[in-house]
Nanobody, 123 residues
């Protein structure tokens, strides 16, 4: 079993910055990709940023140039640096892991989700 724990959300004024963290812990696993999603009230969950096992990053058009995803492999932690925040960035942000867990040499690929952290951008 793998657990993802997010932290770093909060209230920030427009133009401000926040840094989200997501720490993965649990049984033996390898990372295929780590993602940040967000869901605003009344809207569907959307992919914000992704970092693959090879280090390739992808971003939603709405956050390109403002958000940066990175990782610390040694700590099994992924970060989302959010700059120039806008009110429309207000949402619950979820960490998602496309992971393979290993048991007796056999791998099983699954999606894992954190509990979400609220980001509110408002003056």
């Amino acid at each position: 079993q793998v657990h993802l724990l997010e932290s770093g959300g909060g209230l920030v004024q427009p133009g401000g910055s926040l840094r989200l963290s997501c720490a993965a812990s649990g049984s033996s696993f390898s990372v295929n990709a780590m993602n940040w999603y967000r869901q605003a009230p009344g809207k569907e969950r959307e992919l914000v940023a992704q970092i693959t096992s090879g280090g390739r990053t992808n971003y939603a058009d709405s956050v390109k140039g403002r958000f940066t995803i990175s990782r610390d492999n040694a700590q099994n932690t992924v970060f989302l640096e959010m700059n120039s925040l806008k009110p429309e960035d207000t949402a619950v942000y979820y960490c998602n892991g496309d992971l393979t867990t290993w048991t007796a040499g056999r791998g099983k690929r699954n999606d894992y989700w954190g509990q979400g952290t609220q980001v509110t951008v408002s003056s």
